[in-house]
């Protein structure tokens, strides 16, 4: 009984619960840490001091976290400074997640009556809205556990049809085999399309959309501030000037760098933000001429259904893979 | 139908279809037919000379004339240019190919065509003629040259013709001054305007009393060069009063007014203006015969006005200090705001509105120079004309589309609009008044919509939902390929079971191969056990089952009746001499055991024991 010395036993609990509450910390410190910075966003927010509140948006964005309720605040804090354009494409991000989905698409019907042009918005086409569909249910990776699933089944199956002889369990497996394949199928053209595709918002006044990348082109559109659109980076890396050395997916890091939460404010004014005093960072153009050049064009899709060649200098874009 | 020969030739058969049967004639018959021949010749020879010679003779006869309706013409009048061609013969003619003519103007290249057959005392006389109606439009003396007219496959040429044409008004040699009976004149009411400015330009026509005009048509297409046309609304019927024109008694009417606007400063034309006339001449009412011959009938004529020259000055130079919207005209102006106050990012319209008499249709949008908190869109432009009487009125608005993109105090400066007045022959000068705009901040544009969508943009409180790092595709990973690969082996595994299932059922050598070892081992444990309870026969016994029957078994042998020597020369030669040796020493105790007493435990359990171990030797080289 001398053993049931409380000594002994404190001594290990308390080691044990300084571990447990170190590793807590490990992992919910920094959670905590954006989590206390969004809160702060939030209240110069309600203050009206947009240009602080996108900035600490922006910090929580660059040190790697996503979040519905992020870009919902990001997007109310760049309408605040009348960047309408900026303020879609986080509403738009914000839709693609499940708790703000909701107030996502209340603030873009808010935000599409302040726009000066809209866009005729043409029925998705029928391969991509089943494409979105099922990314929207199970997302890409989903259907890949899926496929793994019904693999399991169709093994399991066949290894029982061998040792059992009974043709009912050959069927199952037969069955579950082109679950599979096509979950891998879905997946890999989700997969596929999401790697070719970004979604494209217009953040400038204006923009002439042409037939060609180079503005000697005939002219095909003119796409204006809010107008959305889908950004074709395969056809873009192919025919645009350069594309040899820039790929899609380059070109989606190098904006993701640049235009996630990518404007910053211009504190050279004496740190004393004046609002409307942003000064926009698009396009990540610093990379040499040659570069500079391929990047400048960009192969869209507009709602309407018109598909031409517009400057990236007035766009944004992300991929929605990514952000979900 | 008659016979010639043995052939029949019916009626209708043809000269060249008869020669055969000539030639079947007797030889005075032939000569005959020679000459037959060649007098046939010789008559379609003379024939056509007779017939070139009529031709000839009828060759010569036909002439061609030129002649013009008038040979003194004022600018501007229309007149007949007649082609004609006489001939006793007939006549093939093609209109001639007509020159273009510096001082006279085609109103159709397309002539009129006539023909006329006349026969005095016997002699048929034909003519063809050409008819073109032409407007002079440069004064002096001028030919028509020679026109050549491809008649009857031969060209032939006309004698030019001389036509004077003169001004109206111009002065003869007796001193005269020299004036159309009937003209039309382009009377522009300023011929010094400005660039811009509205100059009301009549069409007139002047006739004598004795021409009584029935109706008029403007030529189509009238567009003076580096002016802005405006139709001012016609003249419901235009009436004509007297006047005296340079000298002499005319009526006048006024048909058409334009409202002219220059945009080049310079030396302007007013190209000539064509008119389509319907005249009837009061003269010939007096001649008893004229109407009853048609002659006092109406007619159609065409006349043109002589070009007329503006000099049009450039508007005078506006200050810095004002905005040049290149007006002219006794004009108001005011600029208004739909609101003075407004919330961020909503949209401000700013209208400038200009109204009066001028060029309402040129007046340039004014540039203010807006706030650049303020995004400008797409400027709207509307216009409301009143083309009554002599005047261009109207009603001119620009909006401009504001919306702020900031929220403070804002003021749209005062600015001074210029313009044109051309009463006072100076420029003019409109300010229009500042006007300040309140643009609230956006806690106003969080509140709620202004809009009407009745939806706010409201920011997301509370504890939001992390999500941490870079997408990863669940493929990148390596476990996901474990997982992947997993069932696969597990099938392969699977399917080696089977496959072994299957043989060991299906092939009894596999099977005996495959169990050969277990059986051996099994007798041999029996015959430990067997040794072990003094039962030596029955552990012999089992030695033997379990190393001859290993041995068969592995190499296919039957199970029972084998000898040791036969079993022991199956072997491959893999095995040595001495475990050859040792089997033959064991099986062949096994064998004789059961015909001499057992030897003790230990010596059975010593022969159990090397059977082992030569078991163990054979599954090396068998298995």
Redesign the interface.
């Known amino acids: 009984m001398s053993r049931l010395n409380t000594g002994t036993w404190v001594k290990p609990c308390q080691r044990f619960l300084l571990v447990m509450l170190g590793c807590l910390f490990a992992i919910a410190g920094?959670?905590i840490a954006?989590?206390a910075d969004?809160?702060r966003a939030?209240a110069l927010?309600?203050k009206?001091e947009?240009p602080a509140a996108i900035a600490i948006l922006d910090s929580i964005e660059t040190a790697?976290?996503?979040?519905?309720?992020?870009y919902?605040?990001a997007?109310?804090a760049y309408?605040?400074?009348?960047?309408?354009g900026m303020a879609k494409y986080y509403f738009l991000k914000a839709q693609l997640?499940e708790?703000?989905e909701d107030?996502a698409a209340?603030?873009l019907?808010?935000?599409e009556?302040?726009f000066?042009h809209r866009s005729a918005i043409l029925p998705e086409l029928p391969w991509q809205r089943l494409l979105n569909f099922l990314s929207g249910i199970f997302g890409?990776?989903g259907l890949?556990?899926v496929a793994?699933l019904f693999?399991?089944f169709?093994?399991?199956g066949?290894?029982g049809y061998?040792?059992l002889q009974t043709h009912w369990i050959r069927y199952v497996s037969f069955a579950s085999a082109g679950v599979m394949f096509v979950c891998l199928l879905l997946a890999v053209a989700i997969?596929g399309q999401y790697q070719r595709y970004d979604t494209g918002v217009m953040t400038g006044?204006q923009a002439d959309v042409y037939a060609g990348p180079s503005r000697d082109s005939e002219q095909i559109s003119t796409a204006y501030k809010g107008y959305v659109m889908q950004i074709d980076w395969a056809t873009s890396n192919d025919l645009a000037v350069g594309n040899d050395l820039v790929t899609g997916n380059d070109l989606a890091t190098g904006n993701d760098s640049a235009t996630g939460l990518e404007q910053k404010v211009d504190e050279e004014l004496g740190g004393n933000v004046e609002?409307?005093s942003i000064v926009e960072q698009r396009g990540n153009m610093e990379q040499g001429d040659h570069k500079q050049e391929s990047r400048k064009w960009a192969y869209v899709r507009l709602q309407n259904g018109q598909q031409g060649w517009i400057s990236v200098e007035e766009l944004v874009w992300f991929d929605p893979?990514?952000?979900? | 139908m008659r016979r010639i020969g043995n052939r029949t030739i019916g009626s209708m058969m043809t000269a060249s279809s008869l020669l055969p049967e000539r030639s079947m004639l007797p030889g005075n018959q032939h000569r005959w037919g020679f000459f037959e021949k060649s007098g046939a010749v010789w008559f379609l020879v003379v024939f056509w000379f007779f017939i070139s010679g009529v031709a000839n003779l009828y060759a010569q006869s036909v002439q061609v004339s030129a002649s013009a309706s008038a040979s003194d013409l004022f600018y501007g009048d229309s007149f007949r240019l007649t082609i004609e061609v006489t001939s006793t013969g007939s006549i093939e003619a093609d209109p001639p190919d007509m020159p273009d003519l510096v001082a006279f103007r085609y109103q159709s290249k397309i002539p009129s065509r006539g023909s006329r057959i006349s026969i005095v005392n016997g002699a048929t006389t034909r003519s063809v003629t050409f008819t073109y109606v032409l407007t002079a439009i440069r004064e002096g003396n001028h030919i028509i040259p020679p026109l050549d007219i491809n008649v009857n496959n031969q060209w032939m040429k006309t004698q030019p013709i001389s036509i004077r044409v003169v001004r109206q008004g111009a002065v003869n040699s007796q001193g005269e001054v020299q004036l159309p009976s009937i003209f039309v004149a382009l009377e522009p009411a300023v011929k010094d305007p400005v660039v811009g400015q509205q100059v009301l330009t009549e069409v007139v026509l002047y006739f004598k009393d004795q021409i009584e005009v029935t109706s008029f048509r403007p030529g189509s297409g009238w567009q003076p060069d580096s002016f802005w046309k405006e139709d001012l609304e016609s003249l419901e019927q235009p009436r004509a009063e007297s006047t005296i024109y340079k000298g002499q008694r005319y009526r006048k009417a006024t048909l058409l007014r334009y409202a002219l606007f220059p945009s080049l400063s310079g030396t302007l034309e007013l190209p000539p203006f064509p008119l389509t006339l319907t005249i009837r001449d009061r003269t010939s009412r007096n001649d008893p015969f004229g109407n009853f011959f048609g002659r006092a009938n109406s007619m159609n004529m065409e006349v043109l006005s002589e070009p007329v020259t503006l000099q049009v000055r450039p508007m005078p130079s506006v200050p810095e200090d004002a905005i040049e919207i290149y007006a002219v005209g006794t004009l108001q102006m005011n600029r208004s705001i739909s609101k003075t106050t407004a919330v961020v990012g909503e949209s401000i319209e700013l209208i400038t509105t200009i109204e009066g008499a001028g060029n309402i249709p040129l007046i340039n949008r004014p540039e203010y120079a807006i706030p650049d908190q303020f995004d400008m869109f797409n400027p709207r432009e509307i216009s409301n004309l009143e083309r009554k009487g002599t005047t261009i009125q109207g009603k001119k608005q620009f909006t401009e589309f504001l919306i702020p993109r900031a929220p403070g105090e804002f003021t749209i400066p005062a600015e001074r609009l210029a313009f044109y007045n051309p009463e006072t022959r100076e420029m003019q000068y409109v300010t229009v008044p500042s006007i300040p705009l309140t643009v609230r901040s956006a806690p106003s544009l969080l509140a709620g919509s202004e809009s009407g969508s009745g939806v706010a943009l409201r920011p997301v409180r509370g504890l939001a939902i992390w999500h941490y790092g870079e997408r990863v595709p669940v493929f990148r990973s390596w476990w996901f390929w474990v997982l992947t690969v997993l069932p696969l082996a597990s099938l392969v595994v699977a399917w080696r079971v089977r496959s072994v299932q299957d043989r060991f059922q299906n092939d009894r050598t596999y099977r005996r191969r495959h169990q050969a070892g277990k059986k051996a081992l099994r007798h041999l444990a029996d015959a430990r056990a067997f040794a072990g309870r003094g039962e030596g026969k029955e552990a012999y016994r089992s030695i033997e089952k379990g190393l001859a029957g290993y041995i068969s078994d592995q190499l296919n042998l039957p199970e029972a009746g084998l000898s040791a020597e036969e079993l022991l020369s199956k072997l491959p030669e893999l095995v040595d001499s001495e475990t050859r040796r040792a089997l033959k020493i064991l099986l062949d105790r096994c064998t004789s055991i059961g015909y001499a007493p057992p030897g003790t435990v230990e010596e059975t359990l010593s022969d159990v024991s090397e059977a082992d171990a030569l078991l163990k030797k054979l599954q090396g080289w068998l298995s």
């Open positions: 920094p959670v954006q989590q969004f809160e939030t927010l309600d009206g947009y790697g976290y996503r979040s519905g309720a992020l919902i605040n997007g109310v309408s605040g400074i009348n960047d309408q997640f708790e703000t107030a209340a603030s019907r808010y935000l009556e302040r000066t890409t990776n890949f556990w793994l693999l399991y169709a093994s399991a066949w290894a061998w040792f997969y006044n609002q409307g893979l990514d952000v979900r």
